[in-house]
């Protein structure tokens, strides 16, 4: 079995992965251990296949596992995990944004001791000023809501030791945060600074809309601050209508004059409807990933693997 085994989830990659093994390999022969690397392929509908099976074709290290259809990269990472035999695990992007040659560093903390090595981004030269703004404050909301200490700062870029990667392995949830689950373990972490290099070439698998629900599933996977904010905003809602009552008859009591006016009425129940409907929003989306999981369907199916332990199957 292989000392260290390199996870890379790979969704229409077909540009990057020539530099990726280029760049990847000498590294890992540079390591002074034995390695083999697993590349995920996330449905992709481009040459990515055929340039994996190429691949594996001259370097008998290389694992391949072919998912039946796209998962997503957090499921990707899972089943890459899950065909990982390496005594330390490190799981990185194909884009070439995470450099290979920090592995080094990582496996120097790991023969130190450390169960789980995270890269840590001290600058970010490709993203938008949004984009790191955004993540920047996520990251820290997120740490301020949960009590797992989630390092700020950082991706799934990082190595687990093998006894985190099977203490992993033995979490099922469906909607998946990788990075906020393995801060969960615990254990011995420590982060790596490092800087983010522009994508390859390609384009990025996480456009906005991808990221926001990203967010969310970090955020209602880790904390329940949003269902006691939601129940704090429900008191204040009800206190705010029944001062609104009060001075309306106190008016009427006190002053012998009627308020009047639609507009007030119409503002005070739109504003109780949208704090209502954002209630409703909240406890549905932990609703939601409680009747996903009771399911009970596999996290995601494998379609091929081919690799020098099994061949194919």
Not at 89 to 94: C, F, G, N, P
Not at 130 to 154: G, N, S
Not at 296 to 302: A, E
Not at 307 to 312: F, I, L, V
Request: hydrophobic share 45%; with cysteine; charged share 20%.
């Amino acid at each position: 079995m292989p000392e260290v085994s390199v996870v890379v989830p790979v969704y229409n990659e077909a540009e990057v992965l020539p530099e990726l093994a280029s760049r990847l390999v000498p590294v890992l022969e540079s390591s002074g251990c034995s390695w083999e690397v697993v590349l995920v392929d996330d449905g992709s509908t481009d040459a990515t296949w055929s340039l994996l099976t190429g691949l594996a074709a001259s370097e008998p290290r290389l694992t391949l596992v072919r998912l039946s259809r796209n998962f997503g990269h957090q499921l990707a990472i899972t089943a890459g995990m899950e065909q990982a035999t390496g005594d330390a695990v490190v799981v990185m992007d194909a884009d070439l944004q995470d450099p290979p040659e920090v592995v080094l560093q990582m496996l120097d903390h790991w023969r130190e001791g450390y169960d789980v090595v995270y890269g840590v981004r001290v600058e970010r030269t490709e993203d938008t000023a949004f984009k790191r703004t955004t993540a920047a404050l996520f990251y820290r909301v997120l740490r301020q809501l949960t009590r797992v200490d989630i390092p700020v700062d950082t991706g799934d870029f990082r190595l687990l030791s093998r006894r985190a990667v099977d203490a992993l392995r033995r979490m099922p949830e469906r909607a998946r945060y990788v990075r906020g689950m393995v801060a969960w373990l615990g254990f011995r972490q420590i982060g790596v600074p490092y800087r983010r290099d522009p994508r390859f070439a390609g384009s990025t698998k996480y456009p906005l809309g991808k990221m926001i629900a990203f967010a969310t599933d970090g955020m209602v996977g880790f904390s329940v601050v949003p269902l006691r904010l939601a129940t704090s905003l429900g008191f204040v809602m009800a206190a705010a209508a029944l001062g609104y009552f009060g001075y309306a008859v106190c008016m009427k009591l006190l002053v012998g004059r009627v308020i009047q006016g639609w507009t007030s009425l119409v503002a005070v129940v739109a504003l109780i409807g949208s704090a209502q409907l954002i209630c409703l929003g909240i406890i549905g989306e932990y609703v939601g990933r409680i009747y996903l999981e009771v399911k009970g369907r596999p996290l995601y199916v494998v379609d091929t693997v081919v690799s020098a332990r099994t061949r194919t199957c």
